[in-house]
């Protein structure tokens, strides 16, 4: 008989708000000067906040990337109420940015807007450089979570909301450079839903110590961001090699 899958815990969920709001305060030395390995390239990075989130949710984080040297913008959507027009209206922003700067963008996305990340990488490889999703369950987003009960009472049945298309495709392993952030102290999604199932060269798990809700402005999480965003996407490295040779 397979073992039961269990939410995360209660602790870590009761306890998301005052951990959220420690780690701000917390993270507001660090985001001023935190000084990364490389400095950023001035790319274009899209950012997109999480379910009921908004753009100001994720202002430090769009802050912070603008000192470590890149040029992020917001999702511009209102509140992510996770319309399937929003996915849409995200596409056509990949687009305008690809346009804007002639050059792969690259995508950080928290929780559900990391999934939306993982989508857009799928439609629009040519033009992303990477994702980068922080707390964002892609492998198990039916699974029991504490967020699971906001979707059904916005939406219904969560196996619905999206069309089938879309929920096949969610748990499917993105053609480009991806990081998944994980926080095994996570209260509202498992942090095994967070994570690829397997590494390789385009798929890395790395683990912040973070709450839920904090991820936005969490030391460790905007750490990671920072060293992983200067990466280039080794897919299209290979791709532009093979083009010199033929």
């Known amino acids: 008989m397979s073992e039961k899958i269990k939410r995360p815990s209660l602790f870590y969920y009761v306890t998301e708000v005052p951990r959220m709001i ?31 989130g908004i753009d100001a949710m994720m202002k430090p984080m769009r802050k912070f990337l603008t000192r470590m040297g890149y040029t992020p913008y917001k ?9 399937p027009e929003d996915l849409e209206a ?27 990340a993982r989508e857009l990488a799928k439609r629009k490889p040519d033009k992303v450089r990477q994702v980068i999703t922080t707390g964002s369950p892609f492998r198990g987003i039916e699974n029991p979570n ?29 053609p480009i450079l991806t990081t998944s952030i994980y926080s095994k102290t996570d209260g509202i999604v498992r942090w095994q839903d ?33 060293e992983r965003l200067s990466d280039l996407n080794p897919a299209s490295e290979n791709l532009s090699s093979q083009k010199g040779r033929v």
């Open 75 to 83: 999702w511009g959507q209102g509140i992510n109420m996770a319309r």
């Open 194 to 226: 967070c994570m690829s199932e397997t590494e390789d060269i385009l798929h890395r798990n790395e683990e912040a110590v973070s709450s839920h809700l904090g991820m936005p402005h969490n030391m460790s999480v905007l750490k990671i961001i920072a």
């Open 146 to 174: 504490n967020v699971v009960w906001m979707l059904t009472l916005l939406k219904g049945d969560v196996s619905n909301f999206w069309d089938k298309a879309l929920m096949d495709s969610i748990s499917e392993p993105t």
């Open 90 to 116: 995200l596409l056509e922003k990949i687009d305008i940015l690809y346009e804007k700067h002639q050059q792969k963008i690259s995508i950080v996305g928290w929780s559900l807007g990391g999934i939306y």
């Open 22 to 52: 420690w780690e701000l305060m917390a993270s507001i030395r660090f985001r001023r000067e935190y000084v990364p390995r490389h400095t950023g390239d001035g790319h274009a990075v899209l950012v997109i906040p999480g379910l009921l």
